[in-house]
């Protein structure tokens, strides 16, 4: 079994930055692609963004430039650096842990951390 665990969430103005931790248990991690979503009152849950075992990332449109995903496989985290913050990133922000072996895919999700943007 694993178990996701985010921190960093919290309140930043417009223009702020925050940091996102997610702390994996298990073995897995490391073979893991992990990734970050997020869903705003009202709309579906959608992918932010993604690093794969190997370290390939993949964004949003809306946050490329913006924010950087890394994992230190090291401690089992993963991060998500949070920059120029808008108001419409406000969400409540998920991490997931995708593990596949050949005909089998097992999905994991955290709690959820809330961001909000906002003066």
């Known amino acids: 079994q694993v178990q996701l665990v985010e921190f960093g969430g919290g309140l930043v103005q417009p223009g702020g930055s925050l940091r996102l931790s997610c702390a994996a248990s298990?073995?897995?991690?490391?073979?893991?692609?992990m990734g970050w979503y997020r869903q705003a009152p009202g709309k579906p849950r959608e992918l932010v963004a993604a690093i794969s075992s190997g370290g390939s990332t993949n964004y949003a449109d809306s946050v490329k430039g913006r924010f950087t995903i890394s994992r230190d496989n090291a401690k089992n985290t993963v991060y998500l650096q949070m920059n120029s913050l808008k108001p419409e990133d406000t969400a409540v922000y998920y991490c997931?842990?995708?593990?596949?072996?050949?005909?089998?895919?097992?999905?994991?999700w955290g709690q959820g951390t809330q961001v909000t943007v906002s003066s």
């Open positions: 997931n842990a995708d593990f596949r072996t050949p005909g089998n895919r097992v999905n994991y």
């Open positions: 298990g073995s897995i991690f490391r073979f893991s692609t």
